[in-house]
Nanobody
Framework: QVQLVESGGGLVQAGDSLRLSCAASGRTFSTYAMGWFRQTPGKEHDFVAR????????KYADSVKGRFTISRDNTKNTVYLQMNSLKPEDTAVYYCALRSRDYRGVNPNLISNYDYWGQGTQVTVSS
């Protein structure tokens, strides 16, 4: 079992920055990749960014490319999402997720293809 706990959300103005953190813990587990997703009322979880744990390779949604940066600290089992130049459209509940095995035959941008996810942290951007 794996527990994921997000933190760092809040209320900010357009143009401001936030850094989200997600710490993974459990008795024993392996990590192939971790990702960030976001959800607004009445919508599905949208892919934001993901990072391969061993290599550090990253992938971003077009809507956040150039503004957000995903990173990880292997020693702390923690993934981060640095969000700069925030826009009102970024308002959502942000979730981190962990996948244990590689993406072979799987769409890596769907949260349903991840093994664990956290409870989420609210990010609100006012204009």
């Amino acid at each position: 079992q794996v527990q994921l706990v997000e933190s760092g959300g809040g209320l900010v103005q357009a143009g401001d920055s936030l850094r989200l953190s997600c710490a993974a813990s459990g008795r024993t587990f392996s990590t192939y990749a971790m990702g960030w997703f976001r959800q607004t009322p009445g919508k599905e979880h949208d892919f934001v960014a993901r990072i391969q744990w061993s290599s550090g390779f990253t992938k971003y949604a077009d809507s956040v490319k150039g503004r957000f940066t995903i990173s990880r600290d292997n020693t702390k089992n923690t993934v981060y999402l640095q969000m700069n130049s925030l826009k009102p459209e970024d308002t959502a509940v942000y979730y981190c997720a962990l996948r244990s095995r590689d993406y072979r035959g799987v769409n890596p941008n769907l949260i349903s293809n991840y093994d664990y996810w956290g409870q989420g942290t609210q990010v609100t951007v006012s204009s």
